[in-house]
């Protein structure tokens, strides 16, 4: 139904995504609207298409689907537009000598002539051109939104568009709206050419395969990829501009496959732009995103500036290194001794080993010894679980490498995120301990390293058999590879660890050697059955009844990791199954459905991208009164959903580091469920009892890699459930996914010149 009338009051309006409830005064009645309203103010003329809601608290309402805004064309209208504020400067009784001065004139001189404005007593020449400019803008904005409705783009995504471009961005739609994909964050390639295709630029355009190419790379970007070989970038392209038959009312089962002129073209014109750089590794030409190129690039120089290695008394650190460990009751191994004695005397060391092999000691006494020095330590993680782990284990705080650089919330359109330490604001510290080193990607080294001068002693600390991180990049093995660094390996497994058959196993499956299974074992199963349901009614057991009791635990702090997104045993389908274990539908528990989930009071769920303008707080346990707040939150955080706001449009998220976040509903596409959740992105966490689905799947996939990635993220209990011949395969397997990175060969070239 439509409804129309002049906006009466904005009732409530989330000034992030622009949700607003309005009630508008029609000719017969007063109605209450709610909806995505950018742009609308008291006073303006709506004319909505809605659709009735009876609202369980405020009764009847009417959900906007569709809306355009008319100017008012009598005078009280004109007098309740410029009295509602939207005019910056101009309250209700400057409207009001406003209108009664120039009448149904008001909005033509305000446009045109803005001057004669300072004819009235309060408004000079300054302020009369102010308030023009204004007008000018708001005016825009609302033919913009008219503009932008058409083409079915999301009332956020038509403000984004007109912030970059404004009016220029007309021009931008009829000719290349491809360049949308390039400029305006949340527009893919799909959305562009779905834009292009109403538009009617041909499905041959040159600007539709320029595109596809940069889509592309920001595609193999987010699978980890620096890099991809110019043959394997061709033949994607092709396949993303030739769907199958019809598309978008297009038939392109009679379109003629990509020239590769037309490619090869695009392509150099890239590389003339440095959006794109073509290199030759090993015979076969490559080519790089340009900013990942020379951020690779400048990882390696910085790296390289770091690697100082000081002159210091052998027998003094001896010495030093004996008090450390006495005063902390410690008995290093020999391993472990050389790495802290690297640590001291190095600008950059390495230190990696599997679970059980003293890792944590070793920090511990990296720390205790430059106490002792009298040097300032910052400790970071990449993750705020693995923050948290290292403080609890150490001793000493630490935080997420974001915080760590103190993330500003503004965004950089090319490497995703800015921070306040830098080249320029450096961190104050002579030794910088990161954990999980794995996990680092390139961009998140990038912006570490231009904060960490020269002279500080650098000291990282992962697992090189660890999957790599989700973004791009193989920092840590490219590292190790280049062979340019103190690398200290740990590998023995100590006393206390060798009643763990999870750190016994662990390192089994690292070195292609068949499990311990027993009947004995306390923390490490496998529960052989066949057939899917079979899998999965294991999983709902021992998720539900077995586990919690056993470890202790809440049964959501159980975790199912899967190596899968799809399928039967993948994450789609098992946090809804999981869900509806653990937290069923509840009269007193509001929901809301999303992006094909439902999301529940209750429900454990994962930040699935980076969001640096997310805005969190911190309250106290008692008053409930605010401690700390900042921006940022990060693919893989975790959080229950502690309230869901039908009225305010917003859900509350209490994440495990005690932030609260609010979502706007039209960010709810940044969060998914977490009962069960990818291997992939487990990284960085540890959690009470670990159950993995091992039935059947692609041998990409099921590795060596991702079961000892999987098996290390248990504290306290692993449960395989499924086929005991796919695990030993998957132990036998050594083929990780081919990740194209090239820091070992950067770091290699630098050292030599």
């Known amino acids: 139904m439509t409804i129309e009338g002049y906006v009466e009051k904005i009732v409530y309006r989330n000034e992030t995504n622009g949700y607003a409830v309005i009630s508008v005064e029609t000719d017969s009645d007063e109605e209450t609207l709610c909806g995505y309203l950018h742009g609308v103010a008291e006073g303006s003329y709506i004319v909505a298409e809605c659709e009735a809601h009876h609202h369980p608290k405020y009764d009847l309402q009417y959900r906007v689907s569709a809306f355009e805004l008319k100017m008012p064309d009598d005078l009280l209208g004109v007098e309740k537009y410029l009295g509602s504020g939207v005019i910056k400067g101009i309250g209700e009784v400057m409207a009001k000598k406003i209108v009664k001065k120039f009448k149904l004139d008001t909005f033509r001189i305000i446009e045109e002539e803005p001057e004669k404005l300072a004819q009235i007593k309060g408004i000079s020449l300054k302020k009369a051109q102010d308030i023009a400019v204004q007008f000018r803008e708001k005016t825009e904005l609302r033919d913009a939104m008219v503009f932008l409705a058409k083409y079915d783009l999301t009332p956020n995504l038509a403000v984004k568009i007109f912030e970059e471009y404004g009016n220029e961005l007309y021009d931008i739609m009829k000719t290349n709206p491809y360049q949308l994909a390039e400029d305006v964050a949340g527009v893919g390639f799909k959305t562009a050419d779905a834009i292009a295709m109403k538009s009617g630029i041909g499905v041959d355009s040159e600007f539709r395969c320029r595109a596809a190419i940069v889509y592309t790379l920001t595609q193999s970007a987010g699978l980890g990829h620096i890099y991809i070989p110019k043959d394997m970038l061709f033949r994607k392209v092709e396949d993303l501009l030739t769907p199958e038959q019809e598309y978008m009312g297009y038939n392109f089962t009679e379109y003629n496959a990509l020239p590769e002129e037309v490619f090869l073209n695009q392509l150099d014109g890239l590389m003339i732009e440095h959006k794109v750089v073509i290199k030759e590794l090993d015979g076969t030409e490559v080519v790089y995103d340009g900013h990942l190129y020379h951020m690779e690039l400048d990882i390696a120089r910085m790296l390289l500036e770091l690697n100082i290695t000081e002159t210091l008394d052998d027998i003094a650190l001896e010495a030093a290194l004996r008090d450390v460990e006495r005063a902390e009751s410690l008995d290093l191994d020999e391993m472990q001794a050389q790495a802290v004695k690297t640590a001291a005397k190095t600008g950059l060391t390495i230190i990696t080993g599997g679970p059980g092999t003293g890792k944590t000691t070793t920090i511990h006494t990296i720390i205790k010894y430059f106490e002792m020095s009298g040097a300032e330590l910052l400790l970071a993680a990449p993750t705020g679980r693995a923050a948290k782990r290292i403080t609890e284990t150490s001793g000493y705080p630490a935080q997420t490498i974001h915080r760590l650089l103190e993330i500003s919330g503004d965004v950089d359109r090319e490497g995703g995120y800015r921070f306040e330490r830098n080249q320029l604001n450096p961190l104050e510290a002579d030794v910088v301990i990161v954990d999980e080193a794995s996990m680092i990607d390139t961009y998140l080294m990038h912006a570490l390293l231009k904060a960490v001068l020269p002279g500080t002693h650098l000291v990282l600390v992962g697992d090189e058999n660890q999957l790599p991180s989700v973004g791009p990049g193989n920092i840590l093995r490219d590292m190790i590879a280049a062979d340019c660094f103190f690398v200290s390996r740990l590998t023995r497994i100590f006393r206390q660890e060798e009643n763990s058959d999870i750190v016994v196993n662990a390192?089994?499956?690292?070195?292609?050697?068949?499990?311990?299974?027993?009947?004995?074992?306390?923390?490490?199963?496998?529960?052989?059955?066949?057939?899917?349901?079979?899998?999965?009614?294991?999983?709902?057991?021992?998720?539900?009844?077995?586990?919690?009791?056993?470890?202790?635990?809440?049964?959501?702090?159980?975790?199912?990791?899967?190596?899968?997104?799809?399928?039967?045993?993948?994450?789609?389908?098992?946090?809804?199954?999981?869900?509806?274990?653990?937290?069923?539908?509840?009269?007193?528990?509001?929901?809301?459905?999303?992006?094909?989930?439902?999301?529940?009071?209750?429900?454990?769920?994962?930040?699935?991208?980076?969001?640096?303008?997310?805005?969190?707080?911190?309250?106290?346990?008692?008053?409930?009164?605010?401690?700390?707040?900042?921006?940022?939150?990060?693919?893989?955080?975790?959080?229950?959903?502690?309230?869901?706001?039908?009225?305010?449009?917003?859900?509350?998220?209490?994440?495990?580091?005690?932030?609260?976040?609010?979502?706007?509903?039209?960010?709810?596409?940044?969060?998914?469920?977490?009962?069960?959740?990818?291997?992939?992105?487990?990284?960085?966490?540890?959690?009470?009892?670990?159950?993995?689905?091992?039935?059947?799947?692609?041998?990409?996939?099921?590795?060596?890699?991702?079961?000892?990635?999987?098996?290390?993220?248990?504290?306290q209990c692993v449960v395989l459930v499924g086929s005991g011949a796919m695990v030993g395969q998957m132990i036998q397997n050594s083929e990780s996914q081919k990740r194209y990175s090239s820091l070992d060969r950067r770091l290699k070239e630098l050292a030599i010149t």
Request: aromatic share 8%; hydrophobic share 35%; charged share 25%.
């Open 507 to 715: 390192h089994k499956i690292n070195r292609g050697e068949p499990l311990t299974l027993n009947k004995k074992s306390r923390d490490f199963f496998l529960l052989q059955r066949q057939g899917l349901q079979a899998v999965l009614d294991e999983i709902c057991v021992l998720v539900k009844d077995n586990l919690p009791a056993y470890v202790q635990a809440d049964a959501r702090e159980i975790q199912v990791l899967t190596p899968m997104r799809k399928g039967e045993l993948g994450v789609e389908n098992l946090n809804p199954l999981l869900q509806n274990l653990l937290n069923p539908p509840d009269a007193a528990k509001q929901e809301k459905i999303a992006h094909g989930s439902v999301f529940r009071e209750g429900d454990k769920v994962m930040q699935i991208k980076n969001d640096y303008n997310l805005e969190w707080n911190i309250y106290s346990d008692r008053g409930g009164f605010c401690k700390d707040s900042g921006t940022g939150v990060f693919n893989g955080d975790m959080g229950v959903i502690t309230q869901i706001n039908d009225y305010g449009q917003t859900v509350r998220v209490r994440f495990d580091d005690n932030k609260t976040v609010e979502y706007p509903y039209t960010s709810l596409d940044e969060l998914e469920l977490a009962y069960a959740i990818t291997v992939h992105k487990s990284q960085g966490s540890e959690y009470p009892a670990v159950v993995m689905p091992v039935l059947s799947g692609p041998r990409v996939l099921f590795n060596r890699n991702l079961l000892y990635t999987a098996v290390t993220r248990a504290r």
